[in-house]
Nanobody
Framework: QVQVVESGGGLVQPGGSLRLSCAASGSILSINDMGWYRQAPGKQRELVAIIGSRGSTNYASSVKGRFTISRDNAKNTVYLQMNSLKPEDTAVYYC?????????????????WGQGTQVTVSS
């Protein structure tokens, strides 16, 4: 069993900052990419940022220069530092991780999602 749990969402004024965290736990052998996605009301889920196991990163153009993704491999945790927040950043933010799971005599690569955390940017 593997769990992925986000934290850190909330209400912030335009121009403010928030830091999201996402921790994976369970029978984890290793984690490949970890990423953040978001879904605003009436819109499709979109990639915000992604980080590889060795630290390579990729960002959506709408957040480049404002958001920073990082990870702590020892803690199986990924972070999203969000600065200069705008009302259009309002969405439910989801964490995703590609995880090799220990099944005893085998291992399985799975795609795991957190439950989501609400970020609201409003004055």
């Amino acid at each position: 069993q593997v769990q992925v749990v986000e934290s850190g969402g909330g209400l912030v004024q335009p121009g403010g900052s928030l830091r999201l965290s996402c921790a994976a736990s369970g029978s984890i052998l290793s984690i490949n990419d970890m990423g953040w996605y978001r879904q605003a009301p009436g819109k499709q889920r979109e990639l915000v940022a992604i980080i590889g196991s060795r630290g390579s990163t990729n960002y959506a153009s709408s957040v480049k220069g404002r958001f920073t993704i990082s990870r702590d491999n020892a803690k199986n945790t990924v972070y999203l530092q969000m600065n200069s927040l705008k009302p259009e950043d309002t969405a439910v933010y989801y964490c995703n991780a590609e995880i090799f799971v220990d099944l005893g005599e085998a291992r399985e690569l799975g795609d795991y999602w957190g439950q989501g955390t609400q970020v609201t940017v409003s004055s």
